[in-house]
C-alpha cells in the first residue's frame, strides 16, 4: 500500500520561508487529486491548496493565495508546498493528501481523499 511521508516543517519567524515535501512510497495515478492540508491549534483541519497532477491544475485557499505555492515532482513522486512570507496564523500541523477526487472536483473536501501522511508540524513566531 501506498503511503505518504510528509517533511520539512520547523520553527520560522514571521515572513520566512519553509518548503514543505510528500513523499509517495509508490505511484499514484494523475488522475486523482492531491492537496495540502492544515490544522491550526484549536482549530478544524482546512486544505489550502490542491494539484491536479493529469492537467497541472491548481487552486489555493484565499488565505495562501499569493504566498504558497504547490507543486509536483512526479520522477521523484514528491508533492511540495513551498511557503514564503509566513505568518503566525500559518501556525499549524500541515498534512498531504492524495487519491482524492479525480480531476480535482471537490478538491477541498478532505472527506475525498483516500490516502494522508502524518503531518509535519510548522511553527511561525511573531
Known amino acids: 500500500q501506498v503511503q505518504l511521508v510528509e517533511s520539512g516543517g520547523g520553527s520560522v519567524e514571521a515572513g520566512g520561508s519553509l518548503r514543505l515535501s510528500c513523499a509517495a512510497s509508490g505511484y499514484i495515478s494523475v488522475l486523482y487529486c492531491e492537496a495540502w492540508f492544515r490544522q491550526a491549534p484549536g482549530k478544524e483541519r482546512e486544505a489550502i491548496a490542491s494539484?491536479?497532477?493529469?492537467?497541472?491544475?491548481?487552486y489555493y485557499a484565499d488565505s495562501v493565495k499569493g504566498r504558497f505555492i504547490i507543486s509536483q515532482d512526479s520522477a521523484k513522486n514528491t508533492l511540495y508546498l513551498q511557503m514564503h512570507n509566513l505568518r503566525p496564523e500559518d501556525t499549524g500541523m500541515y498534512y498531504c493528501a492524495a487519491v482524492g477526487p479525480t480531476y480535482c472536483n471537490g478538491a477541498f473536501d478532505e472527506a475525498k481523499y483516500g490516502l494522508w501522511g502524518q503531518g509535519t508540524l510548522v511553527t511561525v513566531s511573531s
Open positions: 494539484f491536479y497532477p493529469g492537467g497541472g491544475n491548481k
